[in-house]
């Protein structure tokens, strides 16, 4: 049996037939091709490639003769027309010495790169991940921290003009007074100040002999709106 259908144009090819019948079985009312008498060998042969393309199967029947008319010294063969098997990819193996493109084979330096790419995109992956996590956190911290500075200036807001301008005076004596309207100019005694004017007082006089005035000013009014047990027990302390 011939293999395919280019087998079957070098058979025609070699016993020098160009006329020729394809039929599924024996029988006339099986024809799938038949070459005409006015047209070339060649043209046969292109038409015979085309009708084949939409007949496929394991078997079919093909009858050829030297002249058109001649019904006696017939060539008869039977043939195949399946779709040939398409060659190996590159990197792709074989079992037995035979082709196996079914099966998707990869060579083992190919799988290790593979796998080397593979590694790749997950580490970096990992480290996007990673990188998140910690800039949300840092986020997080910031968040917090303006949010605590926000809360003691909010806090000490009304008493900013009064803070403001005594700080001036005192750093430049000649500079105007930033200050509440109303308010008198500052004294050695707390009698008859505001609470303006003695919380600015005392602002002065803690801020001149600790540096970490701010930060104090923080944590306690942190601790004051969670009523920390010790901000209780120093207040204790403090006021009596």
């Given at each position: 049996m011939i293999e395919n259908v280019d087998k079957v144009i070098e058979w025609l090819e070699v016993n020098e037939t160009p006329h020729f019948v394809v039929s599924s079985r024996e029988g006339e009312n099986s024809k799938i091709f038949e070459s005409r008498e006015d047209e070339s060998f060649e043209d046969a042969k292109n038409r015979f490639r085309r009708v084949m393309d939409f007949c496929r199967g394991n078997r079919f029947l093909v009858k050829a003769r030297k002249d058109y008319k001649s019904t006696r010294g017939l060539f008869t063969e039977e043939f195949r027309n399946?779709?040939?098997?398409?060659?190996?990819?590159?990197?792709?193996?074989?079992?037995?010495?035979?082709?196996?493109?079914?099966?998707?084979?990869?060579?083992?330096?190919?799988?290790?790169?593979r796998l080397a790419e593979e590694r790749k995109s997950i580490m970096q992956d990992v480290k996007i991940e990673r990188l998140e996590a910690e800039n949300k956190e840092l986020q997080t911290e910031l968040l917090e921290k303006d949010t605590a500075f926000a809360r003691?200036?909010?806090?000490l807001e009304p008493y900013l003009g009064t803070i403001l301008g005594n700080t001036v005076g005192k750093i430049i004596?000649?500079?105007?007074?930033?200050?509440?309207?109303?308010?008198?100019e500052d004294t050695d005694t707390t009698d008859g100040m505001t609470d303006e004017e003695r919380l600015s007082k005392a602002l002065q006089r803690w801020g001149a002999v600790e540096p970490d005035m701010i930060n104090i000013i923080e944590i306690l009014a942190e601790m004051a709106?969670?009523?920390?047990?010790?901000?209780?027990?120093?207040?204790?302390?403090?006021?009596?």
């Open positions: 399946n779709p040939e098997s398409a060659p190996l990819a590159s990197g792709q193996a074989s079992i037995s010495g035979q082709a196996n493109p079914g099966l998707g084979y990869i060579a083992i330096g190919e799988l290790d790169r003691a200036i909010h806090k004596p000649q500079a105007p007074v930033i200050g509440v309207a109303g308010m008198e709106e969670k009523k920390d047990n010790t901000y209780t027990m120093a207040k204790g302390f403090l006021i009596k």
